[in-house]
């Protein structure tokens, strides 16, 4: 796993000479990005999200397009459509600006309903349907979505199905004075961005995402995993519950946490240091709930402290300690 953990520290020192102070954020990018996953982060604007999702694209030698999502955008110009051409007398096929390799979709809620779910099936599936026929996506496919979580006024609620195909959410946040006043030292010129160059190939990041899925997931962190979604959805302030692309997501996250690590085998703190990125947007808190200012991030964080890691569970062998199973893959 060291090949990943080399590769991995390299595109993110790369991308820190441009996004400063989010160390973490920017590691929980490259996670979703090592999974095949997609990213959504809520934020306010001017924290750095759109240069986040450019600097990622040019430390991979990427495609990039951007999508700005608003209330007149159709499906169309999206996924793209098909121009008849008078010459050939055929109708010719004009890619939109989803196929890239990493899409920017900012502000993404500001968009119709009927344009939101032109995205599902080209991040699930990887291909987009136009006029009966089915386009491949680039490979590899990365969206990663914004949105402004203070401004409602002229925006679209993402539905749940949407939400869900979102590998992790994040948000940046403000800096901290210190690291501001280094973006603006940075910045006195020309924006460190035009600089940047790519780290690590196109076909390096397809081997490294074939890598992660062989670091070992011990059957007790599975269970741990499993236990921990199945209480979001049994837990009383909730309404809707983290899905089963939950829990694939939490154990493909872990994976790709523990090679950037530098280990071959996922321990429950890579899954702790997951769950809210991975969980939270996929919650839905009752109404009576949020009165009291309940939030998916607190229900996530009140499981972590209320779900045993080492709470024993039946197999086909009958009962047994997964704690001691746990202990042994992290020793």
Do not use: W
């Not at 062989?214 to 519950?241: C, F, K, M, T």
């Not at 071959?264 to 702790?272: E, F, G, L, R």
């Amino acid at each position: 796993m060291t090949q990943i953990q080399a590769a991995g520290e390299k595109v993110v020192a790369n991308v820190e000479r441009v996004i400063v102070g989010k160390h973490e954020e920017v590691r929980l990018a490259l996670v979703a990005l090592l999974c095949r996953g997609h990213l959504l982060i809520e934020d306010v604007p001017g924290t750095g999200k759109t240069v986040l999702a450019k600097a990622i694209a040019r430390s991979l030698g990427c495609s990039f397009r951007r999508i700005q999502f608003t209330p007149d955008l159709l499906p169309s110009d999206v996924t793209g459509l098909s121009i008849y051409n008078q010459k050939t007398q055929e109708f010719e096929f004009r890619p939109g600006p989803i196929m890239a390799q990493v899409v920017l979709a900012d502000e993404i809620n500001r968009a119709t309903p009927k344009t939101q779910s032109a995205l599902l099936e080209c991040m699930e599936e990887r291909q987009a349907t136009i006029d009966g026929v089915t386009y491949a996506m680039p490979d590899p496919f990365l969206v990663i979505a914004t949105q402004n979580p203070i401004e409602y006024e002229g925006t679209f609620a993402l539905p749940e199905a949407q939400l869900d195909r979102f590998f992790l959410r994040l948000r940046l946040g403000y800096p901290d004075p210190l690291e501001e006043i280094v973006i603006l030292d940075e910045q006195k010129r020309a924006h460190p961005l035009e600089s940047l160059t790519e780290v690590c190939s196109v076909e390096e990041l397809r081997e490294l995402q074939r890598l992660v899925r062989e670091v070992y997931v011990d059957s007790a962190v599975s269970d741990y995993i499993v236990r921990l979604v199945n209480a979001s959805r049994g837990h009383p302030d909730v309404y809707l519950g983290a899905s089963p692309r939950g829990s694939i997501a939490l154990y493909r996250a872990g994976q790709a946490m523990a090679a950037l690590l530098g280990r071959d085998y996922v321990i429950p703190d890579d899954v702790k240091a997951l769950a809210e990125p991975a969980l939270a947007h996929r919650i839905i808190v009752k109404t009576s709930s949020t009165i009291h200012d309940v939030t998916a991030a607190t229900v996530v964080r009140e499981l972590l402290a209320t779900v045993s890691v080492d709470a024993p569970a039946t197999v086909s062998g009958g009962p047994r300690d997964l704690g001691t199973r746990t202990g042994s893959a992290g020793a």
